[in-house]
């Protein structure tokens, strides 16, 4: 029986979904937790990889298991989990629901405050800065011009690793513009390695007056890499919708 869950998780104390050798990961500990509960061997497929840090607030992921998922199992496996996981949804699944390749919309969002707060920094990033001090304007012209474009590779980490770097954005924008805590929401498609902490690391960049919008267009629209990268912290950055034909 295949299974698809809803979950969500702070990334914290994780090195992202994936698991990998010697580090803790969210798709580890999930899957540690599922075998002490069911029993059987457990492999997880989720929606994405998220980096380091990174959180989730809405995630798809699914398994195959030759067991009855019923709310007091979810139950037991919600009191298994740490106190950074929890999955909110068990559906069975058609054969055909595959928790990456089914999802057609994925969303973002990059929150940053200015001042010091101990109640937003694991969630939001610090820049530490004056908010007049911000070209708000020209931000959110970089940003919208992601939206006249499907190619980018000037914006991935390792775009070798893919094996396209087109991608569909469907929407973008800049909430709370001119305030102490604001926000960078951007939907696709798909997001290449690394590409809204270095997205966010530029626009915050061209706010500070260090680039303009049309040069960062320019270089958008030659597929132009920067001869140096620089990612926005990771904990400011939340997966916050998924979407699928059949939820």
């Not at 492999?43 to 998220?50: A, K, M, P, S, V």
């Amino acid at each position: 029986m295949r299974y698809f869950l809803q979950l969500s998780y702070d990334g914290t104390d994780y090195r992202g979904w994936q698991r990998q050798d010697g580090v803790v990961s969210v798709q580890e500990t999930l899957e540690n937790a599922m075998e002490k509960v069911l029993k059987v061997p457990i492999n997880i497929i989720g929606c994405g990889r998220t980096d380091a840090g990174v959180h989730a607030s809405n995630y798809g992921a699914h398994f195959e298991a030759d067991v009855s998922m019923t709310p007091q199992l979810l139950t037991h496996l919600n009191y298994a989990l740490p106190e950074s996981i929890a999955v909110h949804k068990c559906l069975e699944a058609e054969a055909q629901w595959h928790a990456r390749f089914s999802a057609t919309e994925r969303k973002y969002v990059y929150q940053l405050h200015t001042s010091k707060n101990p109640f937003l920094g694991r969630f939001s990033t610090l820049f530490p800065c004056e908010p007049k001090d911000l070209d708000w304007v020209n931000m959110e012209a970089a940003l919208k011009a992601l939206l006249r474009y499907e190619e980018y590779r000037s914006l991935c980490k390792a775009p070798d690793r893919h094996k396209t770097t087109h991608c569909s954005i469907t929407s973008v924008s800049l909430e709370g513009a001119g305030k102490e805590q604001f926000a960078f929401h951007i939907s696709a498609n798909r997001f290449l390695r690394g590409m809204i902490r270095i997205l966010v690391a530029q626009l915050l960049d061209i706010g500070l007056g260090k680039e303009s919008a049309a040069a960062f267009e320019h270089r958008l629209s030659r597929s132009e890499r920067p001869q140096y990268f620089r990612l926005a912290p990771p904990q400011g950055l939340s997966l916050v919708e998924i979407k699928y034909p059949f939820l």
